[in-house]
């Protein structure tokens, strides 16, 4: 079992940048594939990005690439989620998630969810 606690949300005027960060517990990280999803106000829950358990596989949804970078520290047991040219419609809770059924693109493809981080743009 792994648990997980995101950070790093917060006001950002539009066109700016942040960073996420999840934090994962147990030793057992370097076998989870990692995802980030966010829910807007009224939303579903979309997917963002994932990375497989080894880094070696990246996805993003088509509006975020390009825009948006997932990494992963395997030593600190940290995923990242690089924000760039921030946009009104990127405000959201943003989820980070872990499985180890392989990385997946949809929430039902995650096992253990964190408690979410409020990123906020400002126009």
């Known amino acids: 079992q792994v648990h997980v606690v995101e950070s790093g949300g917060g006001l950002v005027q539009a066109g700016g940048s942040l960073r996420l960060s999840c934090a994962a517990s147990?030793?057992?990280?370097?076998?989870?594939?990692m995802g980030w999803f966010r829910q807007g106000p009224g939303k579903e829950r979309e997917f963002v990005a994932a990375?497989?358990?080894?880094?070696?596989?990246?996805y993003y949804a088509d509006s975020m690439k390009g825009r948006f970078t997932i990494s992963r520290d395997n030593v600190n047991y940290t995923v990242y989620l690089q924000m760039n040219s921030l946009k009104l419609e990127d405000a959201a809770v943003y989820y980070c998630?872990?499985?180890?059924?392989?990385?997946?693109?949809?929430?039902?493809?995650?096992?253990?969810w964190g408690q979410g981080t409020q990123v906020t743009v400002s126009s």
């Open positions: 998630a872990a499985t180890q059924r392989g990385v997946a693109r949809t929430p039902t493809g995650y096992d253990y």
């Open positions: 147990g030793r057992t990280f370097t076998s989870y594939a």
């Open positions: 990375i497989s358990s080894s880094g070696a596989t990246k």
